[in-house]
């Protein structure tokens, strides 16, 4: 049963008010879609259904703070998803963790800084992740202002927003917004991700104001390495919110939003390394296989 997005909205509301009969009409209208985003970011059938249990369980927690005016029903299940799947692998790979702040306190106590310095410019691009949303939101905000005031192109920031803090794949980002103006895709990443965190509206307008104030200017004005404005020479003198994402692709867009994602994994890696603030955490280093984030 195909439900409107007023209908998913009535029966969410319900649902918020204990109605469990609206839950399980809503459950069922969109439960094959949840599991599919789910399954196609697991190994197994098996982890898929465990992380999809806990992924409604959580949802039913939640569903009061809904708001339909800021995301359908189907995005706040997929954010939540996300949050479950990154959780749910992390807890199980705890052994091969290595969070940066720990090893920005044992630098300052030992003497040690360039040597951990060193060891995290080395960890492979896909070792760099984040925290659920919701999970410590002091981490989360800290984490929301590196993401979003680093020195990564904004078109790499957008990508990298999208996969990393709300779960999309780059076949899921290339459909939707290679021919998206920046702007507009700044606008809806910043939409999406208000819609299903736990800080507030203030804080969340705080941390994207950098990237959003990009939009305005020339990409003359936001591209540092010599190499990137090499290969983007032609766009220099471009409004950045005015450029489409498809400017920015190469032969094979899904592998050019890899190798974004990646390279502003790298630079978040860097940038933590010189933060000495230690309310500052907002990485961990933990090993997902490409199968979990690309189908």
């Known amino acids: 049963m195909k439900l409107s997005a007023e209908e998913q909205s009535q029966l969410m509301a319900l649902a918020a008010r204990g ?40 949802f039913w927690k939640s569903i009061a703070r809904y708001d339909p005016q800021r995301a359908n029903c189907v995005t706040f299940l997929r954010s939540i998803a996300y949050s479950v799947l990154v959780d749910y692998y992390r ?71 999208f996969a990393e803090l709300q779960g999309w794949t780059p076949s899921e980002i290339t459909l939707d917004f290679s021919e998206a103006l920046l702007r507009h895709m700044e606008g809806r990443l ?31 004005e936001s591209l540092q390495d010599s190499k990137t404005r090499e290969l983007y020479a032609s766009l220099l003198n471009e409004i950045i919110g005015d450029t489409t994402l498809r400017q920015y692709y190469g032969g094979d867009p899904r592998q050019n939003i890899s190798h974004w994602c990646q390279a502003v994994r790298r ?12 309310t500052v955490t907002p990485i961990a280093a933990i090993s997902i296989p490409p199968s979990r984030i690309e189908n």
């Open 267 to 278: 630079r978040l890696i860097t940038d933590s390394a010189h933060v000495k603030h230690r």
């Open 91 to 161: 807890s199980r790979d705890r052994g091969r963790d290595v969070l940066i702040s720990d090893l920005l306190e044992r630098a300052e106590h030992s003497g040690l800084g360039s040597e951990i310095e060193s060891f995290l410019g080395q960890l492979p691009p896909s070792a760099a992740t984040i925290p659920p949303k919701g999970s410590d939101l002091v981490t989360e905000r800290a984490l929301l202002h590196v993401v979003l005031h680093g020195t990564s192109p904004p078109h790499q920031l957008l990508a990298f927003g």
């Open 190 to 220: 910043e939409k999406d991700y208000s819609a299903t965190s736990m800080l507030s509206a203030d804080v969340i307008e705080s941390c994207f104001s950098e990237l959003r104030g990009t939009m305005d200017r020339l990409l003359d």
């Open 19 to 58: 109605d469990q009969a609206a839950f399980k009409v809503l459950h069922d209208a969109v439960a094959r879609q949840v599991y599919g985003f789910i399954r196609a970011r697991t190994d197994n059938d098996a982890d898929a259904s465990e992380i999809l249990q806990e992924t409604w369980l959580k």
